[in-house]
């Protein structure tokens, strides 16, 4: 089944390690990839801990609108080599989890037509997160969950806080 977790909210990513963490606990094969992202996290070096495949670029790029050609072009090929990976290798894994696919997909910063065909040809549990999926997306997912920000620190001039935010 497709699940996404989107919206404009913090959480996304918590929801999809949960998700990965409660199929690996039943002994399942999860692949973690994250696009997008780059610097270390203790979501990831947690998931690890318990099994789970985490794939994602070895740099931080930083937001797109900070990116120069050169970078979007180097994340684009990072993000095409584990796209290229997953596909070869997903019917290896019980669950997939693309996170921050949707902002990758919608900046044209990962190959569309492979994401489209991962998503097509997958018959495990696939989770996708980020914002503003597109319709086809939306339409083909069996669990969506929107996530809202109602409130947030960053409002307030506040930076991301190790173990809260990364």
């Not at 606990?25 to 099994?51: M, N, R, W």
């Not at 979007?72 to 993000?79: D, F, M, P, Q, R």
Request: hydrophobic share 35%; proline share 2%; glycine share 10%.
């Amino acid at each position: 089944m497709l699940h996404i977790y989107c919206g404009d909210g913090k959480g996304k990513t918590t929801a999809s390690i949960g998700l990965a963490a409660r199929m690996a606990g039943h002994g399942k094969k999860v692949l973690f990839a994250q696009f997008l992202k780059g610097a270390p996290t203790g979501e990831t070096e947690s998931i690890e801990k318990i099994g789970v495949t985490v794939i994602r670029c070895d740099r931080n790029y930083g937001f797109f609108i900070s990116m120069n050609d050169c970078d979007k072009a180097e994340i684009t090929k990072c993000h095409d080599e584990n796209l290229r990976y997953i596909f070869e290798n997903m019917n290896s894994f019980d669950m997939i989890v693309l996170d921050e696919i949707f902002a990758a997909y919608n900046y044209n910063l990962v190959n569309r037509k492979m994401t489209e065909d991962i998503v097509n040809q997958y018959r495990g549990e696939l989770v996708m997160t980020g914002r503003e999926p597109e319709d086809r997306f939306i339409e083909k997912a069996d669990y969506v969950s929107e996530i809202k920000k109602i409130k947030h620190p960053y409002d307030k001039g506040i930076g991301a806080r190790a173990g809260i935010e990364f």
